[in-house]
């Protein structure tokens, strides 16, 4: 049992849950379960901190399996100590770093393991007794006896520990442990009087050269502090204890040094409030999900709709320090005015995340699109995955292009629109990762490149947004140009067997072809199979319903994806294609604009039964409810924009498509005021839309155009079981 700080999860609160969001004052922060996520392979963060913060305040675990690459997980209540940076939702496990345990007697300093319960630090958390929302975390240590509890700001992580009486109380610097792939490398830390500790951890992992600097301050003056190994990687910081006494720790980091360290320490949190930190970390939370007001009876929707909007607000994290300095993504240090961000998990989030900030957090986007364009500048192409300065190169296409050129045309206010077009074609022009095959032959030949297929395909899509966005600058030839390269993929499309199937150099097929054949990482696909590939290319709708021969027979054929056996083939089967109807496969973000091709088809009656279907089948408010990784908040966003009723399935299009809106209504503040979603006759069996009206004029669109949303106004649906 877990005791979290959640309204409706107790009888006594159950009947609050009829009272939506909408009548105010609402505290948004109380409809978060942090829960959702932290079992099967969500892979969220648990823990404290503020939205899109540096810190990510929290417990990490013994495993570093694949199911703990945020440091927890549900099953799990070991707690080798408290890290101040973690990832969210992800598929590969890094960071973990300056990990942190207040312990009281003699300890071994390692990580240990559970069989042997006194062979490293850790201990069990009390989870009947945990507390947890957002900005805040506290959990009882059951081995010392000791009370935990966390709040944060952007860049510092504040401590309160309450100790039981104890000659040989500690906290514990541990800067050998990060977690899954991470190592250190090279790690120091020093006194300064009897009060700070401030030192450094370099590590290799993902990220292969990550700097994380970092001050600690305490409270009470440590009796002593001692270096428990010859490269300073456990350090213990020796107290006295009365019984149910508090210490208090403030730990601020930094990318770039121990001075910028502890100048976010001394600007962010110079007092020793804890009760007011984590009151201002909620407060800030509050006004971030307050952006979007909605309202409906049913409670798990309220429930679900704010998790997941708290989860789009954890990553990307704040990489640059109070002063503006930071580590560019060739490794020197630079100063900017305009705050940096980095874990750029950019095969995900282009998809919905980042349109969504566009929506509700236009500042930020901006300075999230310049600083892709200053990692373009420093690396010589956007990010694919950047993790804290580092380029993981991880997945596949070039999906950096995709949000850059989104900006370019929605003319994000704060993005420089030549910086950025200049970004795209460059990065399109790169020959790395399959780019020069591609150019070479037209398309990536199955037989000269690894998951051939997926690369191309998500190449194809990002020619498509810089189609766009060429469009938007009135740039005709590269329009033309890049409209054609988008259709790359059509070299996959087989019309023998009705799917993307590996082309060779010479022009033959790969054989022998399974559809439903999976192999993780090592086939043609990546983390996919023909089934769900086949379907990945929203830029070029007429392109699918030419290869298929009429729109019906698309929509005939996108049917069968939802119609036939989930069965998966193959030797090593890819544990991310999860939350399967037939073959579609929601768990993994291949599929996440495929259900909307049903409206861009002309069959939107066919999308709004699948949304339904999605939304209630595969978010719950369990902590297995997720039907995959929720990879830095792409999952959730899909939920968000799913749940309003709208979703861009188009790459850089500044379209959104409609889908099968959820709630009464919904309130949406933008830079024009509010933009509000109403639905007329909304119900679990009316799920169609009947018609719309915006502003009051009836509208016959199948999609609604950013410029509108951003505007302001009224959308309503009027809803039908037919």
Wanted: charge should be negative.
């Amino acid at each position: 049992m877990r005791l979290i700080n959640i309204l409706c999860l107790t009888p006594l609160l159950a009947a609050s849950c009829s009272q939506t969001p909408a009548d105010e004052p609402v505290n948004y922060v109380d409809y978060v379960d942090t829960s959702i996520g932290t079992g099967g392979h969500g892979h969220t963060f648990m823990g404290a901190s503020v939205p899109f913060g540096m810190v990510q305040l929290g417990p990490t675990s013994i495993p570093e399996t694949w199911d703990w690459c945020s440091g927890y997980h549900d099953s799990d209540s070991t707690i080798i100590g408290f890290s101040h940076t973690h990832l969210e939702g992800t598929g590969i496990g890094d960071l973990f770093d300056v990990t942190v345990m207040p312990v009281v007697g003699e300890v071994t300093y390692a990580r240990g393991t559970e069989e042997n319960p006194e062979s490293g630090l850790w201990s069990y958390g009390e989870r009947s007794a945990q507390v947890s929302r957002p900005g805040y975390y506290s959990i009882p240590l059951t081995r010392y006896g000791i009370n935990a509890e966390l709040t944060a700001t952007n860049r510092v992580g504040m401590h309160r520990y309450t100790f039981p009486k104890a000659d040989d109380a500690a906290v514990v610097f541990d800067l050998e442990n990060g977690g899954c792939w991470d190592d250190p490398t090279e790690t120091h830390m020093e006194a300064e009087g009897n009060n700070r500790i401030t030192g450094y951890r370099y590590s290799t992992g993902w990220a292969k050269n990550q700097k994380v600097y970092f001050v600690a301050e305490f409270s009470k003056p440590f009796t002593s502090f001692d270096l428990k190994d010859e490269k300073e990687r456990f350090g213990r910081v020796n107290f006295a204890t009365d019984s149910a006494e508090q210490i208090l720790m403030k730990v601020a980091i930094s990318p770039v040094s121990v001075e910028g360290a502890k100048a976010n320490l001394e600007q962010e949190l110079p007092g020793w409030d804890f009760d007011a930190t984590a009151q201002q970390a909620s407060d800030q939370w509050n006004n971030e999900l307050g952006k979007v007001k909605v309202s409906t009876t049913d409670a798990d929707a309220i429930r679900k709709f704010y998790t997941a909007l708290y989860h789009t607000m954890i990553v990307p994290a704040t990489f640059s320090d109070i002063t503006g300095e930071y580590r560019g993504a060739d490794g020197e240090v630079y100063k900017s005015d305009a705050t940096q961000y980095t874990i750029f998990s950019l095969w995900d989030t282009y998809r919905a995340q980042m349109p969504l900030m566009s929506i509700l957090h236009p500042e930020r986007n901006a300075d999230m699109i310049n600083t892709m364009i200053d990692i373009y500048k420093k690396q010589g192409r956007l990010p694919v995955w950047h993790l804290w300065g580092n380029e993981t190169d991880c997945m596949v296409g070039n999906p950096g292009i995709i949000p850059v050129a989104d900006a370019i045309v929605k003319n994000i206010a704060g993005v420089d629109r030549d910086e950025a077009y200049k970004a795209i074609l460059a990065t399109a022009a790169d020959t790395a990762r399959g780019g020069g095959l591609r150019q070479q032959y037209g398309f990536i030949p199955a037989d000269l490149f690894n998951e051939a297929i997926a690369y191309d395909m998500e190449y194809a899509v990002a020619d498509g947004a810089i189609a766009n966005a060429a469009a938007a600058v009135n740039d005709s030839t590269t329009q033309k140009t890049f409209t054609e390269r988008s259709r790359s993929y059509r070299n996959y499309l087989d019309k023998t067997t009705g799917f993307v199937r590996g082309k060779m150099a010479d022009g033959s097929w790969r054989t022998p072809f399974d559809p439903n054949s999976t192999s993780h990482r090592a086939d043609d696909y990546c983390e996919g199979n023909a089934w769900q590939y086949t379907w990945l290319a929203p830029q070029d709708v007429e392109g699918l319903i030419e290869f298929f021969g009429s729109k019906e027979a698309a929509v005939a054929n996108l049917d069968s994806l939802f119609m036939t056996s989930s069965e998966l083939t193959g030797d090593d089967k890819s544990p991310d294609i999860t939350g399967l109807i037939g073959q579609y496969a929601h768990g993994n973000e291949p599929s996440h604009s495929t259900i909307y091709l049903y409206a861009m088809l002309g069959a939107p009656d066919k999308a709004a039964e699948r949304v339904r279907q999605v939304l209630d089948e595969f978010y719950t408010v369990e902590p297995d409810g997720l039907a995959g990784n929720e990879d830095a908040g792409q999952m959730s966003a899909w939920y968000i924009m799913s749940a309003l009723g709208f979703y861009q399935a188009e790459p850089a299009s500044g379209r959104y498509w409609f889908g099968s809106p959820i709630f009464d209504k919904a309130e949406i503040a933008v830079p024009g005021g509010v933009f509000t979603v109403k639905t007329v006759n909304n119900s679990a069996d009316n799920k169609y839309i009947k018609s719309i009206k915006l502003n009051g004029k009836d509208y016959d669109k199948p999609y609604i155009t950013h410029e509108d949303i951003m505007n302001g106004g009224e959308l309503v649906f009027e809803m039908t079981s037919k």
